[in-house]
């Protein structure tokens, strides 16, 4: 999910890794049942921060390099 400037990863166990300029990151877990996230108190996994980071960065990359189309279309960089 992108919001502005802040860019948040959930798992499949709801985990949330929610990044934000100039601070630090945030853990949370996503309730299904009250449709919100509650945020812990402790870092999220350096893991976590890292794949949060990578989804945040893979579409401007992709963009940037013409690396995308669909199934079956020609190739719009190459």
Same mark, same amino acid.
């Given at each position: 999910?992108?919001?502005?400037?802040?860019?948040?990863?959930?798992?499949?166990?709801?985990?949330?890794?929610?990044?934000?300029?100039?601070? =630090?990151? %945030? +853990?949370?877990?996503?309730?299904?049942?009250?449709?919100?996230?509650?945020?812990?108190?402790?870092? #999220?996994?350096?893991?976590?921060?890292? =794949?949060? %980071? +990578?989804?945040?960065?893979?579409?401007?990359?992709?963009?940037?390099?013409?690396?995308?189309?669909? #199934?079956?279309?020609?190739?719009?960089?190459?």
């Amino acid at each position: 999910m992108q919001f502005n400037d802040y860019y948040a990863w959930m798992d499949d166990r709801y985990n949330v890794t929610v990044l934000r300029p100039d601070q =630090k990151p %945030l +853990a949370g877990i996503y309730s299904r049942e009250a449709r919100s996230t509650q945020y812990l108190e402790d870092a #999220p996994e350096e893991i976590a921060v890292r =794949k949060a %980071l +990578a989804h945040a960065l893979l579409p401007l990359e992709l963009y940037q390099e013409k690396a995308y189309g669909l #199934p079956g279309q020609p190739d719009p960089g190459r």
